[in-house]
């Protein structure tokens, strides 16, 4: 585990460094990194936006969405490759837990690759989720 990494709430966090640790991440390829007022968006609106840095530098982030009384929903979790498999991600999450309060039922969508870390690490699956899909502007 990594012991010299900061992990703080960062609700201004620069859409730049957002965007560059996505990518680092591979979670760039499921997030629509190229619309930067989306990008944008997804940052401002957040309710908790936790980042994870050492000497300084972005290595991971959470980014959420909670009422803070009942349920808060993990939208982005990001680790830069490179720092994986050290704790990073776990810190996150329990990190945005406890900014969002333990009392909310922490909910995550795993993107495929990541389908049997979740469980490793506590968390628990649910039977079913229903989406429809967001339409990007055409041009931003």
């Known amino acids: 585990m990594m012991l010299d990494v900061a992990y703080t709430v960062e ?3 620069a859409v730049d460094e957002f965007i560059d640790v996505l990518v680092r991440s591979t979670l760039g390829q499921r997030r629509p990194i190229a ?3 989306t990008m944008e968006g997804m940052l401002r609106h957040a309710d ?3 980042a994870a840095r050492k000497n300084g530098r972005l290595i991971g982030v959470s980014r959420a969405i909670t009422d ?3 349920c808060t929903y993990l939208s982005d979790l990001a680790v830069d490759s490179a720092c994986q498999r050290q ?4 810190r996150l999450i329990e ?3 406890a900014a969002a309060g333990r009392h909310t039922t922490l909910i995550l969508l795993s993107a495929p690759a990541a389908m049997t870390y ?4 506590g968390l628990q699956p649910h039977p079913s989720c229903w989406t429809i899909p967001g339409q990007l502007p055409a041009t931003e």
């Open 68 to 70: 803070f009384s009942y």
């Open 95 to 97: 990190e945005t837990h």
């Open 48 to 50: 908790v936006i936790i």
């Open 118 to 121: 979740y469980p490793h690490i």
């Open 11 to 13: 609700p201004q966090l």
């Open 35 to 37: 619309h930067r007022q």
């Open 87 to 90: 704790g990073i991600g776990r």
